[in-house]
């Protein structure tokens, strides 16, 4: 079955840095999009980014374009998400999240999760 594991959360200052890992298993990972969810207490969760190999493509909230750079390692099914000059607005816990569904993927609202990791940032 799918599963998800991510790792690298924990907290760190204004203006540090921090690297998610997801392992993936259980699928075969070049043809799912991937992608990092986050939500904050209190708040809905929302897309942070998404990368989806079928067709090219990249997406990123305007909220953290030019800090964050996802990426994957497709040789160790393995996602990251490398987030910079962090910010406390990042503090949220951030899932990550799988689908092999076209649509699924282009609205964004995969179906298989992992379990999160905390980013707490202070200021």
């Known amino acids: 079955q799918v599963q998800l594991v991510e790792s690298g959360g924990g907290s760190v200052q204004g203006g540090g840095s921090l690297t998610l890992s997801c392992a993936a298993s259980?699928?075969?990972?070049?043809?799912?999009?991937m992608g990092w969810f986050r939500q904050a207490p209190g708040k809905e969760r929302e897309a942070v980014a998404t990368?989806?190999?079928?067709?090219?493509?990249?997406y990123y909230a305007d909220s953290v374009k030019d800090r964050f750079t996802i990426t994957e390692d497709k040789a160790k099914n393995t996602l990251y998400l490398q987030m910079n000059s962090l910010k406390p607005e990042d503090t949220a816990m951030y899932y990550c999240?799988?689908?092999?569904?076209?649509?699924?993927?282009?609205?964004?609202?995969?179906?298989?999760w992992g379990q999160g990791t905390q980013v707490t940032v202070s200021s």
């Open positions: 999240a799988a689908d092999s569904n076209t649509i699924n993927c282009l609205h964004r609202r995969p179906v298989y």
């Open positions: 259980g699928f075969t990972y070049s043809t799912y999009c």
């Open positions: 990368i989806y190999s079928r067709t090219f493509s990249t």
